[in-house]
């Protein structure tokens, strides 16, 4: 099996992941891009590019080229922002991978940072846009259908409907994070989730509950990104990034087209498994955007996992859960229960289990493990398969 590029992670910076008031955005940027260096072994001064992923939120209007003056870096070869909405994280190493490989870098930086939560303030105000109320466009916002909660709910009464499925199976996939996130030192949310507890909380938008939603921090996660030949000498197990493709739907004015549900990750999958010879089989973890709890459902189904209508089954009776029978999923607690740094978020996971540093919740088998971003609502999607160095040396 021939990787696309010749390219690994070998450093991670995480800072901050707190609920509570902390630093700003950009400092929080500057802070694990410095923790990424160091955990490289290479130092800031070893870094020579630099790219910020942005989702098209608030902190964005914060984070800009400046970095590199906040950072003390000096000529460096790649400076760039990188924006695709909530894919934009994978579409930066990608980024950063195409550079190590064509010799226009050598250890690249990218960086996610975001700072919602302030005191007093609601998370879906800290999350609000102002969007246009004119056009096709802003139909559903003259309606009242604000928030990325809103049209995921769409999405998942369409889903549940037409397998004719209930809201169990939804409950499934919070309480297997949760699961998950019980044991991770970094979650929001560590405490048990019970059934009970699960549907006893407020709907935010039918049929999704308070516990299908995000956990949003304040923190930024950094990763530095060189060329395999470099990231077998370096001071961490690398983590070489095997496939990456892209999936963007686009116009719904096509016969069969089904705005619900249909999703990038079917286009992405296709890429990446013919292109390295790899199967949904191979795969050992998933670490899935999970924004809102239909989202992992989804993901299974357009990469192959499951048929239409069965992804549920990857849930039932905690099978996805630490000790299940099924494949590993979200093991970090995801966005769900763990922290929402969007496609940072699984990102991080990966690379940590893929260097068997996840401690409690660290997977047996961790050689090949599929990473996902998602941005809009089903609108675009990027996927990336990353392996340990025991599956590429």
């Not at 994070?177 to 929001?188: D, E, F, I, M, V």
């Not at 050992?284 to 992992?296: L, Q, T």
């Not at 922290?339 to 090949?368: F, N, S």
Request: hydrophobic content about 45%.
């Amino acid at each position: 099996m021939k990787p696309q590029l010749d390219a690994a992670i070998v450093g991670l910076g995480q800072t901050g992941l707190t609920r509570t008031e902390s630093r700003s955005a950009a400092e929080l940027a500057r802070l694990a891009v410095i923790a990424a260096a160091d955990d490289a072994g290479i130092g800031i001064s070893g870094i020579d590019g630099l790219i910020l992923c942005r989702s098209g939120g608030a902190s964005d209007a914060v984070l800009g080229l400046d970095l590199q003056r906040a950072l003390g870096l000096r000529e460096l070869k790649l400076n760039r922002i990188v924006l695709c909405e909530g894919a934009s994280a994978l579409a930066a190493i990608q980024t950063a991978a195409l550079a190590v490989s064509a010799g226009m870098a050598t250890n690249v930086a990218c960086v996610f940072a975001d700072a919602p939560v302030t005191p007093g303030t609601r998370i879906s105000t800290a999350f609000g846009r102002q969007k246009t109320g004119m056009g096709m466009e802003g139909l559903r916002y003259t309606a009242g259908l604000f928030g990325g909660a809103a049209v995921h709910a769409l999405s998942a009464q369409r889903y549940l409907a037409l397998h004719g499925l209930s809201e169990d199976v939804l409950a499934d996939v919070a309480i297997t994070t949760r699961a998950w996130a019980s044991l991770n030192p970094h979650a929001s949310y560590r405490q048990p989730l019970s059934r009970s507890d699960y549907f006893s909380a407020r709907y935010i938008a039918d049929p999704l509950r308070l516990f299908d939603c995000a956990a949003p921090v304040n923190g930024a996660i950094a990763v530095v990104v060189t060329t395999g030949a470099r990231a077998a000498d370096g001071a961490q197990p690398a983590v070489r990034i095997l496939a990456y493709a892209e999936g963007h739907p686009g116009a719904p004015d096509r016969q069969g087209f089904d705005r619900a549900l249909t999703h990038g990750g079917a286009l992405a999958a296709k890429t990446m498994f013919e292109r390295t010879g790899l199967t949904p089989a191979d795969i050992d973890i998933c670490e899935f955007y999970d924004a809102f709890s239909i989202m992992p459902l989804l993901a299974l189904e357009s990469y192959g996992f499951y048929p239409p209508g069965h992804a549920c089954n990857a849930y039932a009776q905690g099978a996805a859960a630490p000790g299940g029978t099924a494949m590993p999923i979200n093991t970090g607690g995801g966005h769900l229960s763990g922290y929402y740094l969007q496609g940072m978020t699984p990102v991080a996971e990966a690379v940590l289990q893929a260097r068997r540093a996840a401690g409690d919740r660290q997977c047996a088998r961790a050689r090949t493990i599929l990473v996902t971003n998602e941005g809009g609502r089903l609108d675009y999607h990027a996927g990336m398969i990353f392996g340990s160095a025991g599956q590429w040396l």
